[in-house]
């Protein structure tokens, strides 16, 4: 079946620390692979995606390799800002599913000043 | 632009009793509907998706129900709630027709049965 394991939270780090939340997956064939993120009092929001092995996915200094050797997509930021300060959840999307995504459990980072 | 707005944003409801969450979507048509629950310590399940009026299709069996009276309107129902059904439910949309993945997810409905 699909799934996806995501590092436990929370995730404590101060101002300008290196990030990395790791994600691996279980799938069938070739699935697309997604990080949200769900700052606080909003709804989750899709951060960065990659669709096939060797990918990377960035955007606001985030990135994610897809690595299907390793069937992992793990998220790392160089220098993490008090405004990063979310909830991050991995996910994939089957390569034969609709927009069917399976979720990780989400981790929970706060950058402190 | 399009929107998602979903409510209430908490609930506490007694074991037994009914349940009425809703969603609406504004700014796009056709829309495909999704509602996801998070219980303690899981990720992210996919309870119901449609995509369109009257049609719903279900992922997991449960004491719960979804309808899509209108095109752009999605709500989850229960007649009578369990302990289990405790949790964060997530109402989301995409984009018809386009499978990239993208959802656009509410706010959020914390629900907590006592």
């Known amino acids: 079946g699909n799934s996806v394991t995501q590092m436990e939270g929370p995730v404590t780090l101060s101002e300008e620390a290196f990030l990395t939340i790791n994600c691996t997956y279980t799938?069938?064939?070739?699935?697309?692979l997604f990080w949200y993120v769900q700052y606080p009092g909003e709804g989750l929001q899709l951060l960065l995606k990659?669709?096939?092995?060797?990918d990377k996915g960035s955007n606001k200094g985030f990135e994610a390799t897809y690595r299907k050797e390793t069937t992992s997509f793990h998220l790392e930021k160089g220098s993490v800002q008090v405004s990063d300060s979310a909830v991050y959840f991995c996910?994939?999307?089957?390569?034969?599913?609709?927009?069917?995504?399976?979720f990780g459990t989400g981790t929970r980072l706060t950058v402190i000043p | 632009s399009q929107t998602i707005h979903q409510w209430p944003a908490t609930l506490v409801q007694p074991v037994g009793s009914p349940l009425s969450l809703e969603c609406t979507v504004e700014?796009?048509?056709?829309?495909?509907l999704y509602w996801y629950r998070q219980a303690a310590g899981r990720g992210l399940q996919l309870l119901f998706y449609?995509?369109?009026?009257?049609?719903i299709s279900s992922e997991v069996p449960q004491n719960l129900s979804a309808s899509r009276p209108q095109d752009r309107q999605f709500i989850l129902s229960s007649k009578k709630l369990l302990l289990s059904d405790s949790g964060f439910y997530l109402c989301?949309?995409?984009?018809?027709?386009?499978?990239?993945?993208?959802?656009?997810f509410g706010e959020g409905s914390r629900l907590t049965v006592l």
């Open positions: 449609s995509v369109g009026i009257g049609q």
């Open positions: 989301a949309w995409s984009v018809p027709g386009l499978n990239t993945g993208e959802l656009f």
């Open positions: 799938a069938t064939g070739y699935p697309s």
């Open positions: 990659a669709t096939k092995a060797d």
């Open positions: 700014g796009t048509s056709n829309p495909n």
């Open positions: 996910a994939l999307r089957a390569p034969t599913g609709a927009n069917n995504l399976f």
